[in-house]
């Protein structure tokens, strides 16, 4: 049983409607596209070395945040917390997707075939900070740890779009466990 732990999901967010640019990252249609609303961003989940998402409970819009610096081993070998702080922006490391079930590939190796992603932000500008502190048997392939994530100051883009802002957020998940 995954142990679930929001500890803060303090939320300050601020975000426009859209309108469609004409651009190939819109619709295309003319018609106004809504930014996701980050204000509902109530799911935590994570997994692995280490990934980290909030997404609304319909799983139209997902806050993830994936690394690969292995800061679960870092933690294990060094037994205590590793904390990491990035500065956006940073390739792949955090991004605001929208769309269908856009949670449908995270921290699993089995496709959904109703996940649609239709428009992904990509941040540039903000802070994201990582604890990870080790918790229980290092079994080699599953290395059961706790991360603390809290983003700061991060703005999100998309060309033809607003840009997303998130003041401050933070929560806590259970991660290390391979997807599957």
Same mark, same amino acid.
């Given at each position: ?10 939320? @300050?967010? $601020?975000?426009?409607? %859209? =309108?469609?640019?004409?651009? +190939?990252?819109? /619709? &295309?249609?003319?018609?106004?596209? !809504? ?52 500065? @956006?922006? $940073?390739?792949?490391? %955090? =991004?605001?997707?929208?769309? +269908?079930?856009? /949670? &449908?590939?995270?921290?699993?190796? !089995? ?68 997807? &599957?």
């Amino acid at each position: 049983m995954k142990k679930l732990a929001v500890l803060l999901c303090t939320a @300050l967010f $601020a975000c426009d409607a %859209l =309108e469609d640019s004409g651009d +190939t990252d819109d /619709t &295309g249609s003319g018609t106004s596209i !809504a930014v996701p609303d980050v204000g509902t961003l109530v799911d935590a989940g994570g997994c692995g070395d280490v990934q980290m998402l909030l997404s609304t409970s319909d799983r139209s819009a997902a806050l993830v945040f994936s690394d690969e610096a292995d800061l679960t081993e870092q933690a294990y070998a060094a037994g205590e917390p590793i904390t990491a702080t990035y500065t @956006l922006p $940073a390739e792949g490391i %955090l =991004e605001l997707h929208q769309g +269908t079930e856009v /949670t &449908g590939l995270f921290c699993n190796d !089995a496709f959904d075939d109703n996940m649609v992603i239709d428009h992904t932000w990509t941040a540039t500008a903000g802070t994201v900070t990582i604890t990870v502190t080790s918790e229980g048997i290092d079994h080699g392939y599953h290395k059961p740890a706790d991360a603390t994530i809290t983003i700061e100051g991060a703005v999100l883009q998309l060309d033809g779009s607003d840009d997303v802002t998130i003041e401050s957020v933070s929560w806590t998940y259970a991660i290390g466990w391979l997807a &599957g």
